[in-house]
């Protein structure tokens, strides 16, 4: 095998494998990126066994052969090169590498060892690739990270006539954001949140075509393919805890409200929730919190609506701040009342909403 | 107490100051920083017992008095304000923050608790904050970081006639850079490392004026007063292990060793001091490393000088690569044999030396 390769569509590659293939692992095959050289150029592989991931990279190759060599060191070596053109031959088990001044040889993995990954071909969906990465990216913040949340820690994604909906949950909090989507045959799945994250790495422009397997999703864009490893488990009715009887509701500035937020919940108790007060009343929304070190208030201008003149609630500092996070220019928060979930939504109709459990009086 | 002072202002101080108060302590006082406000400002202080830092914070003030508060708490607090214009006023045991429309109000702690922080007001010597700041940096990489290495663990200060020096070793290197010094009477002294770290980031412009103690070490500038206490113990004399014949010496861009170092080093042997070969010969050094994983070869053109034709000798990479930081431009390395250390010296006339010793054949 001889391949000629730029450096940079090789770090590239290497960059994604890298986040997906582990440091350490009882089986050391694991540890390699899978290259199989071909006429087009070169297919990059690896997998954590939650996730299967191949990047392509053009390349001029002559005498296409597979091989595996340990992803880290790959990838740090490729990184450190000096030149742009670099110079890849398999000569028995050793890789050599040559760029500008530099030879590099390589011990060379067992092909045999390593897992076989398979990506299918056909597509059975098309998604926009950037709508989809946008979507999940919004959402990404409110899925819980702990083990025993079960379907709480992947992103739902639904199917609905002409649009598709991204849901993440932990229980306290709702954050959703739909899309427009052409065509239909979209499957409703929960994706786990982890792998999420490396998917939206991977999406840029483009389309993401989606085929479904058994328990899994694969995904393929221009550059990559990955197969995704789906939850199992039925999603909550995550409709139902959205308040419909909309009594009071303020406008203001995201950032206004991040961070007179950010200020009183220095001071908000760490063992009661992070607890900041709202209260609503004459276009004004006051902020406090109370704990240990001492007492914080803020007050802050909104437009205020609604058939209520004034409102108290709490809510757990950390929720409002994280629920703010994909929001730019105003936000609205509509209520209910001091018992029922708050719905914070960006008033510039992107379709994200976020909905956040209120503390008990 | 009533006073009157801006964000920034109190911001940056409080920055300098949270960088030494400890986050934990078994005496919860030392958590604190301590308020002296008066005429002229507030000045601010706290320890850890190892450094004692006050900086000076313009201020219109009524009715001077001290207190102290949670530093870190208080920081955050200062950081999240959203005007520029703080008032701080003192009622009771309790200290109320105004800002735009926040109001804070934190609990202050025991004053007498507080320790008794003194720093002396005459100097004994005055250097340029700039210079001093710059040489502790360039060697600050060689001091050792390991408990039982004593002195090692400081960075020396010496005076000598018209400039002063300063010299950081762990015993495998020295680093050392002299600086222009006016004015005669400075004493020899060996400053703890970490403390160095802590000082380096307050020196700004201007002059920094030594105030000598009983095993302390104060310095005065603009903004701030710092105590710094000092190593006992007898530094080793490192010029000893300098080499005066030297027998071929190379110069190359700083950048350009860097690079081909950095790109072999990752393939030698982590568990062999990270040996890397340097073989100059007729305008070129070649490094060679070799290691579990592979090999790597790396060539690149030089300036060759001295009376040897050839030399062949190995340093351990971290070494070469940690004395290249300091250095911009082109560098030379002067040889003296396979078995004496390597001297490394920028070509630009900055008054810094790495030495570096060689690894056994």
Known sequence: MHAAVTKKALTGALALLERIIPTRSSNPALLHVRVDAGEAGLRLSGTNLELDLECFVPAEVQFPESFTVPAHLFGQLVRSLGSELVTLSLEGSELHVHAGGTSLSLQTGDLQ??????????????????ELARALGSVRYAASNEAFQAVFRGIKLEHHPGFARVVASDGYRVALRDFPVEGTGGRNLIIPARSVDELTRVLKDGQARFTYGEGMLTVTTEQIRMNLKLLDGEYPDYERVIPKDIRLQFTLPAVTLKEAVGRVAVLADKNANNRVEFMVSEGKLRLSA????GRAQDTVEVQQGGREPAMSLAFNARHVLDALGPVEGDVTLRLSGASTPGILQPVDGSAYQAIIVTLRV
């Open 113 to 130: 060892a390593h897992p076989a990954l398979a990506f299918p071909n056909q597509a059975d969906l098309s998604l926009d690739a950037a």
């Open 290 to 293: 109370e704990g240990d070190y």
